[in-house]
């Protein structure tokens, strides 16, 4: 059902039939979602629009998802690292800035990813 | 042997395992969003074709697994920081992977998990031992029964059994041999055996398959 003033989420990904699996089912579930294929521009983006979410990927061309989240970490804007890594280390860096939950792609559902960005968005 | 230079260089090797489980993970994903109705309901005979790339894809993503993490024990780079996470989230996750796999499949499988063996464990590579698990009892499978898994609510034991004789694993007294890694024939349950035993040693357990009777046990617990 669409909502008449969605909240905005920037879903930061260079794969595209992730961005079209997952984003379809936030879409679906009344979400605004903006594309962007590498983390520059992503940060383009998130200087003229204003977002309530960022779903970031970590490996990605031009500037990867840690690069991307230590230009963009002050800005408080809640984070949810969606990623393929499973090293502990990736995991640490991601927090230390500023990602708000890790979330494994590929084992975690578009049902799960949601219910992750509803309990985020309604904080 | 020379090793290919790319596995010398830690960063390389990373993304190298990343891009291999790109296009199989997002196909998983795709296919299941698909199945799930997203874009509405699916003809039964697309669905089916569907549901057989998904198991492709899972047994694919596994199987990258499961490569990435003996690679990761033969050059003594695993990344253990034992965690204590409920054994039934572990389960539900593993369960939730794997299940589609189990279609069609029939069995005569006992699976034994200690509470220690995955609440010690790191979280990342006792789901691993988990799914593998899963996939061996699966492989085991023969016509019979369904199998049947459960997860105790209080996090302590998952056992999964069904209850009909299985003629390929009733007169084996120890299943073991039957993967050993040299064993072509048998690639795929052979390389899961082996990365299941070699990460349950290394986190400081034992895993072992067994049979008697008509019951094949994979047993997973601390040493």
Known sequence: ?123 | MTKLSIFDAPDRTRVLWHDLKTFPSATHVYLDSILNGTYGEVPPAIASIMHSLKVAAIKNILTIENISILHKIENDSLEIKPTTAPLNEQASSALNFILPLATNDKKTISLTISPEALMHSDTRYGSTILQNMLVLALHFSSPGAALNLTSTQDGVMITGQTQATTQTISDQTSAKHIYSPEQTAETLPALFFYTTEQLANTLGFTFKITAENDTLSIYYAKK
């Open chain 1, 1 to 123: 059902m669409p909502k008449s003033n969605p909240k905005k989420i920037l879903f930061i990904d260079d794969e595209p039939l992730y961005v079209q699996s997952y984003g379809d089912v936030l879409v679906a579930a009344g979400y605004e979602v903006t594309v962007a294929r590498n983390g520059e521009d992503a940060l383009k983006k998130i200087t003229s629009e204003k977002f309530s979410l960022l779903i970031v990927d970590l490996i990605m061309p031009i500037l990867s998802g840690i690069g991307f989240l230590k230009k963009v970490h002050r800005k408080k804007i809640p984070t949810i690292v969606f990623t393929t890594l499973e090293g502990e280390t990736d995991r640490e860096d991601a927090l230390k800035y500023g990602a708000t939950i890790f979330l494994k792609k590929g084992e975690t559902s578009a049902k799960t990813l949601l219910s992750e960005v509803d309990k985020l968005l309604q904080k």
